[in-house]
């Protein structure tokens, strides 16, 4: 858990279940859930219905770093398929433009494209029309965060990615659609509160860099421990 204010861990535990969470809110009691505002979040229902749960009057929002990264992963996704077939079929140019050292390319912002990558991109998307829509359904549902604050506009839009995605004959981003689709108003909540949780992120970078350093944590409350000296409240560092 991370005070987005203070940028600061506030609370760690270890696992992704609904228990955990569980955890976090008990421990700070009703009347302290009753007054957080607003949780940002990756999505994970688990996570949902811990919130849902305790922090009664929080609003949700479905953090837009981890939507992107869903996105860039159900583009790979569908590149994984067309590089099978393309496999299947021995169509080695195919294959050569596809192969995960090209990947990055499909993923990357449009806009930080070398002009080689770029073009390399239009010519995948010219010879494999899959390939094509899943770069133009990632694109489509991005706009979404540049029409500003008009909310029919912005509800049309998503509504409109939805039918596009699940008329796309693209599995991956079929079954995206759906569960997009049930995790709406989160999404919405996004341009009501630009709340992100893309900090934690950075964290778990400074966690794992911790971990490496020590060569692993036999022991996970140690761990934890250190985990609140380096990124939490228990920084030497800290004016006290």
Known sequence: MIDTDKRLVI????????????????SIGAVNCSKIKTVALDGAQTYISSTNKYAVNAMIVYDRFHLVQKL????????????????????????????CKQRFILLKNKKKLTENQASRLEELCSVNKPIFKAILLKETFLEIYSIGNDNKVIDQ??????????????????TL???????KQYILNWFIQKTS?????????????????????KDIYYFRLKIHQHCGLLNPRLAT
Not at 81 to 92: C, G, V, Y
Not at 197 to 217: D, Q, T, V
């Open 11 to 26: 609370w760690n535990d270890k696992g992704r279940k609904k228990e955990i969470l569980n955890r976090y809110y008990e």
């Open 72 to 99: 860039n992963n159900t583009v790979d996704a569908v590149r994984k398929i067309e590089l099978n077939k393309a496999r299947e079929n021995k169509d080695q140019e195919l294959i050569d433009m596809m192969n």
């Open 197 to 217: 949780s893309a900090i934690s992120e950075g964290f778990n970078n400074k966690i794992k860099r911790l971990k490496r350093m020590a060569y692993g944590y």
């Open 177 to 183: 659609a759906e569960k997009l689709k049930e995790k």
């Open 157 to 174: 839009h998503f509504e409109d990615w939805l039918r596009e995605a699940k008329a796309s004959n693209l599995e991956p981003f079929i």
